[in-house]
């Protein structure tokens, strides 16, 4: 039987120390799964990036990605496009939009091969899916938080990959631009067939948006649809306090309570 596995996780567990920020996770992400990874701070969901990612070996258990383990896919590795937290890049660099979005190219490229004029229309491109092609020539502090983090997933994009991990993409966004972030990303995995996976803490927007969710405290609580997770009281167990309805798009969403 051919494995629709974009991602499998087997028996993971990862340590910092003697502290286990991973424990036991079994986890397949279909071929063209649109997945929100939530759950609260220091529970494991940069680790896990970390993991799918290959940054990151595991102190037990096996990860595949498309059939291979992270760290052997050699060029192959174009196959994945990662946007991180934002407070992990300069956004005052004296660089242009282009010539971020380009950065993603040299994965195919070589890190010390100039573009072609064929990596530039790709790059383009990228920025047209995003709807950032007018912005191509400013630089990247000129723009917006919503419209930056465009940018940041044009620029996985150009790598022309099959899975797209996104390490908490709309925080520090308005609603509303957080709102067309997450159609964004439906319409690219639409139009490209790609794998998403979200980590976000904004349980009532993503869930509207993704097709399944993935509840993480450093063990997997469950992986599943919406409805399904906000109707099991597993978010209470993930996050170990009290939850409040709040009627939100196509399905009740729950908010959690400030807690410690």
């Known amino acids: 039987m051919i494995s629709r596995s974009a991602i499998s996780l087997e028996d993971i567990w990862v340590y910092y120390g003697e502290t286990p920020a991973l424990k036991a996770i079994d986890l397949d992400i279909e071929d063209g799964e649109f997945l929100g990874l939530i759950g609260p701070n220091g529970g494991g969901k940069t680790t896990l990036i970390k993991v799918i990612l290959g940054l990151l070996k595991p102190d037990r258990g096996r990860v595949t ?15 994945i496009g990662y946007v991180p937290q934002r407070n992990q890049s300069d956004w005052n660099f004296p660089v242009s939009v282009l010539d971020v979005v380009l950065m993603g190219r040299y994965g195919r490229i070589g890190l010390f091969r100039r573009p072609s004029a064929a990596d530039q229309a790709v790059a383009l491109k990228s920025l047209e899916a995003v709807q950032m092609q007018e912005y191509a020539r400013r630089h990247l502090a000129q723009l917006s938080g919503g419209q930056q983090q465009r940018v940041m997933i044009a620029r996985a994009l150009a790598g ?21 972030f997450y159609e964004l990303l439906r319409e690219l995995k639409e139009q490209h067939g790609l794998t998403i996976v979200v980590v976000t803490h904004d349980i009532a927007v993503v869930s509207s948006h993704v097709e399944k969710l993935a509840c993480l405290n450093q063990t997997l609580y469950i992986h599943a649809s919406p409805e399904e997770v906000l109707t099991a009281g597993t978010l209470q167990k993930v996050y170990g306090c009290e939850v ?11 908010v959690v309570e400030e807690h410690e």
């Open 244 to 254: 409040e309805l709040l009627a939100h798009g196509r399905i009740p969403h729950r």
């Open 160 to 180: 022309e990959p099959r899975l797209l991990l996104l390490d908490e993409p709309a925080a520090g966004v308005d609603i509303s631009a957080e709102e067309q």
């Open 65 to 79: 990605v498309f059939g291979s383990p992270p760290d052997r896919l050699g060029r192959a590795r174009g196959l």
